[in-house]
């Protein structure tokens, strides 16, 4: 039997992928910083040849996620955006895509500025209507590409019943998983066939990392994408891939004081006088709650809440002493942004509105600091508006 077949997240997380150094016996895989590999003969060697094709630390991280998030293969990129790319040359010219209406502004730029160059096209709808998804497929249709929880409305997506429709019309689905990590949620579970991270998030924890990864469980998603990350060469190095093998071994400790922090900070803010509103999945408020209970385990580290006008939400903003006012998200350390200039700043304003995601939001990344500092720092904040 393999690991995978009989071991639990908590264990998959730390040894899944790895194998002693057959050389040393270390029990940390190596950070093998090199470029190429010395051959024994024409045509005879170890498995690597050249280290964009392939890189010993990569292949460990690959196993790694493959298994965390239950797929047959996985594929290290050199970020996110790069991971995503990748996936988006499964389609051709023609094709439609079918989005996340609030996905991630990089994403958004990527699909708008760069991929209809190419003649692809994209349609946005709230996804979280599975109504909306099934009026938007077309004949041209190939992929439907989620986001769940969304960034940074924290809307939830049905992924058993999205990926239900879809594949009803011979549609694959992509899902963005990073908000959530393995952790919280594993579509490939509910039916997707691809699942796409920016590795620099929850997956390494530690904001010392870039990359990126994508999981697939069809054969043919797998053999493309083996090419294309060869091809296209946009691979996570050796260093980054180690980095992320130390993070996931800690994911599964990581994201219960993720989840725990967030919930409780998504509570003080509900119920405090100077917050308008309050979007987190954990929260009874919160329009897919019921869903959320279901399909997470957990309701994650990010929260958003709305201040009432710009200049409150640049009081709180400015006004922290512990958090971190900065982008990204997924760190040990909680940071605190504006989305509507900062993450989603690509995103036109007239589109913005559109979302929600009004100049008044704030962002918090929840990190796993002392509950009680995070909430005497939010309180001091928001007794200077």
């Known amino acids: 039997m393999t690991l995978r077949e009989h071991a639990r997240f908590s264990t998959i997380c730390i040894h899944a992928g790895q194998t ?33 094709t392939r890189n010993p630390t990569r292949t460990a991280l690959e196993g790694n996620l493959a298994a965390i998030e239950n797929g047959k293969a996985a594929f290290g990129f050199a ?32 699909f708008e500025r760069v991929l209809r160059k190419y003649q692809l096209d994209f349609t946005y709808v709230d996804t979280s209507r599975l109504g909306e998804i099934e009026r938007a497929i077309t004949p041209s249709t190939k ?11 924290l809307r ?69 994408l083996r090419f294309v990350q060869n091809a296209e060469g946009a691979i996570i190095g050796p260093m980054d891939a180690w980095l992320v093998l130390r993070g996931t071994k800690t994911l599964p400790v990581r994201m219960e004081r993720h989840n725990a922090n967030a919930m409780a900070l998504a509570e003080y803010l509900a119920s405090h006088p100077k917050v308008a509103s309050v979007h987190y999945p954990g929260l009874p408020s919160h329009p897919q709650h019921e869903l959320a209970r279901r399909q997470m385990h957990g309701f994650g580290g990010l929260l958003a809440f709305q201040m009432g006008s710009f200049e409150r939400a640049r009081t709180v903003l400015n006004s922290v002493r512990l958090m971190s006012l900065a982008e990204s998200l997924g760190g040990v350390e909680t940071l605190i942004s504006h989305p509507a200039t900062m993450t989603h700043a690509s995103v036109p ?31 001091q904040a928001l007794e200077r508006v």
């Not at 150094?21 to 060697?45: F, K, M, N, R, W």
């Not at 995601?357 to 002392?370: A, F, L, N, Q």
């Open 79 to 110: 970020s996110g955006m790069a991971a995503t790319a990748a996936v988006m040359t499964l389609l051709q010219s023609g094709d439609h895509v079918v989005v996340t209406d609030n996905t991630y502004g990089g994403t958004y730029r990527l």
């Open 143 to 153: 992929l439907l590409f989620l986001e769940t929880p969304t960034n940074p409305l």
């Open 20 to 52: 002693p150094d057959p050389s040393t016996g270390a029990i940390i895989t190596p950070i093998y910083q090199t470029s190429t590999y010395v051959q024994e003969a024409l045509g005879v060697h170890k498995g690597y040849e050249y280290a964009r």
């Open 349 to 379: 304003p007239e589109r913005r509105l559109r979302i929600g995601i009004t100049d008044d939001m704030v962002r918090i990344s929840v990190g796993i600091e002392d509950l009680d500092d995070l909430k005497e720092d939010l309180a």
């Open 156 to 224: 939830l997506t049905d992924l058993a019943g999205a990926c239900t429709i879809a594949h009803g019309h011979g549609i694959a689905v992509a899902v963005d998983n990073t908000f959530a990590s393995p952790y919280v949620q594993r579509p490939i579970d509910f039916g997707a066939d691809l699942v796409i991270h920016s590795t620099t998030k929850f997956l390494n924890g530690h904001s010392d990392s870039v990359g990126g990864a994508v999981v697939a469980v069809r054969e043919d998603h797998i053999e493309w």
